[in-house]
């Protein structure tokens, strides 16, 4: 009988398979898988704060600006400092970045698409109820693990 791959394992599959695809697929707007979710986030949101940004994703400050600032540069979208404190900034889509919505929207959609293909309505509610389940309840400050 062969044995079958932990819950980790899989999930790393998972992982590198969507950069692997969201690399190809945003490719023509030179953009990286590693600013999707960013990009996704503030379509939803519009003018996080860029530390919010980075506290959501579970990441560093200097690794958020990275981020924010290759986006930044390829023009999809721009810093505003906070009005209340001045040492914060907002992070908000600018017109480049409103025209690609509708197809990063697509993107993403056709990822979910994929790797849910074969399952029932029932089934994909209760996948994503039971990854949500592991992500929420056992978050997990990295600083804290045991070393070796």
């Not at 509708?102 to 309505?121: D, P, Q, R, T, Y």
């Amino acid at each position: 009988m062969e044995k079958p791959e932990t819950i980790g394992k899989v999930i790393s599959y998972i992982y590198r398979y969507q950069r692997i695809f969201l690399d190809r697929e945003l490719e023509p707007h030179g953009i990286g898988s590693g600013q999707f979710s960013f990009m996704m986030l503030l379509y939803l949101k519009d003018g996080v704060k860029q530390e919010a940004l980075a506290r959501i994703y579970k990441m560093d400050k200097a690794t958020a600006a990275r981020t924010i600032k290759k986006l930044e540069d390829a023009g999809y979208v721009y810093r505003k400092q906070d009005a209340e404190d001045k040492r914060a900034y907002n992070v908000f889509v600018s017109k480049k970045g409103r025209d690609i919505e509708a197809k990063m929207n697509k993107i993403a959609l056709k990822w979910n698409n994929m790797v849910l293909s074969g399952f029932s309505e029932e089934e994909k509610q209760l996948n994503a109820a039971f990854l949500e389940k592991m992500f929420i309840d056992k978050d997990i400050d990295i600083r804290e693990l045991p070393l070796g």
